[in-house]
């Protein structure tokens, strides 16, 4: 389970877009869909992500951001003793949209 506790706790003051990108970089990467929005390699890497937030919008119950996440991906050789090529990191780009809870400050984790 996400919680977004400090972006939730920021919202609608001027700091909310850096608390909510501090939060997003706390998370740990597995538990964000990075995965699936793999275009050039086979998996995600370790390394930091980069988050660039596009759009916020709010509803009764939910704040809703639109991200995008800059990272790496993997592109793995196969495995062979003998395969020359090595294991390289290849920049990837997803969207991402957190809905957050306005009243739990839980987070639903979306790709676009």
């Not at 700091?15 to 990108?21: G, S, T």
């Not at 699936?36 to 704040?63: C, M, P, R």
């Not at 495995?79 to 969207?95: K, N, R, W």
Request: aromatic share 4%; proline share 3%; hydrophobic share 40%.
């Amino acid at each position: 389970m996400i919680k977004l506790v400090d972006a939730l706790a920021a919202w609608g003051t001027p700091d909310f877009e850096n608390a909510l990108k501090h939060e997003i970089h706390k998370i740990d990467t597995e538990l964000l869909p990075l995965q699936e929005g793999l275009s050039q390699s086979s998996h995600v890497s370790d390394g930091d992500i980069s988050v660039v937030i596009l759009n916020v919008t709010e509803t009764a119950k939910v704040i809703r951001a639109k991200t995008g996440i800059i990272y790496a991906g993997i592109i793995a050789g196969s495995c062979c003793a003998d395969d020359p090529s090595t294991v390289g990191e290849q920049t990837e780009y997803c969207e991402l949209q957190f809905d957050i809870n306005k009243s739990t400050a839980e987070a639903t984790v979306t790709i676009l």
